[in-house]
């Protein structure tokens, strides 16, 4: 009996260093995980390009005449009839007229200060229908343009010298509609 006593405190003994040596597993918190810094994506999302007539729908009429596109023309003293000089410049006026087909325009016939009111309003009304009529032989649409006189109570420039009655001696090309 001694021997199985022995035997068991034998036994006791190793259990206890056996429980007493292992190591205790301790809980260890997690290390904090750094989060990696969020790369925002930038996703270039192209515009489409606006064509040439896109841009110019966008644009009040106010913004297309003063931009120039069409060029008055100017005619000699008390006569009506377009001037060869003038030709070329109702030309380019007539190809970006074809070019934007929808634009209605009004030409607006002008004279100097010499003369009566009534002559200078009929004078200023031969001068836009003469252009008229070159425009349309160049292909323009008569239904797109309108023809007014002013005569001479709209003086370009001030003054009598022949070079404020030349300049003011005009039709002007003035777009109404787009």
């Not at 006791?12 to 994506?41: D, H, I, Q, R, W």
């Not at 190809?95 to 009004?106: N, P, Y």
């Not at 649409?141 to 070079?163: D, M, Q």
Request: contains cysteine; aromatic residues 6%; positive net charge.
């Amino acid at each position: 009996m001694k021997k199985l006593l022995r035997v068991f405190l034998f036994t006791m003994v190793l259990v206890l260093l056996t429980v007493s040596c292992s190591k205790k597993k301790t809980k260890v918190a997690p290390k904090p995980v750094k989060p990696e810094p969020v790369k925002e994506k930038i996703v270039k999302v192209d515009k489409p390009q606006l064509t040439e007539e896109q841009i110019f729908q966008q644009k009040s009429l106010d913004q297309i005449n003063s931009e120039g596109h069409l060029k008055r023309v100017n005619f000699d003293f008390d006569k009506y009839n377009v001037k060869e000089d003038m030709k070329p410049i109702i030309q380019r006026n007539a190809d970006w007229l074809m070019k934007h087909k929808s634009v209605e325009i009004s030409l607006q016939g002008h004279c100097d200060e010499r003369g009566t009111v009534e002559y200078n309003v009929a004078l200023g009304e031969k001068r836009a229908d003469n252009v008229k009529t070159y425009l349309v032989s160049l292909g323009v649409s008569s239904n797109r343009i309108n023809v007014v006189s002013f005569g001479k109570s709209k003086p370009l420039v001030r003054g009598n010298s022949e070079e404020a009655n030349y300049q003011n001696r005009r039709v002007e090309f003035v777009i109404t509609k787009k």
